[in-house]
């Protein structure tokens, strides 16, 4: 069974940090192309980075460039993103996603649920001014 698990979200003030992981089991992780997205109540679903399985290239939306940064570290099948600056409009439910398309980073703004592989169940992130 695949699974992804977020993890680290939390409380923090602006101007914080926080360090979300995203752990997968039950794949070949480094075949997958891993992203990260975001959710606030009444809001559609916002795309906040990608990180590529071929060479890690990475992708950041405007909102995030300059403060968050996506890694991964293959051998823990496991995926970062670091926030730093954190602001109030940072505050969301964050997920992780993971998609075999090795392309998929150049198209993951427009992802939606039924054609992503895999989605984990997302961790809260709230931000207080």
């Known amino acids: 069974e695949v699974q992804l698990v977020e993890s680290g979200g939390g409380l923090v003030q602006a101007g914080g940090s926080l360090r979300l992981s995203c752990a997968a089991s039950?794949?070949?992780?480094?075949?997958?192309?891993i992203g990260w997205f975001r959710q606030a109540p009444g809001k559609e679903r916002e795309a906040v980075a990608c990180?590529?399985?071929?060479?890690?290239?990475?992708y950041y939306a405007d909102s995030a460039k300059g403060r968050f940064t996506i890694s991964r570290n293959n051998a823990g099948n496991t995926v970062y993103l670091q926030m730093d600056v954190l602001k109030p409009d940072d505050t969301a439910m964050y997920y992780c996603?993971?998609?075999?398309?090795?392309?998929?980073?150049?198209?993951?703004?427009?992802?939606?649920?039924?054609?992503?592989?895999?989605w984990g169940q997302g961790t809260q992130v709230t931000v207080s001014s």
């Open positions: 990180i590529t399985s071929s060479d890690d290239s990475t």
């Open positions: 996603a993971a998609d075999i398309d090795r392309w998929w980073c150049t198209y993951y703004t427009r992802a939606n649920s039924a054609d992503t592989d895999y």
């Open positions: 039950g794949v070949t992780f480094d075949d997958y192309v």
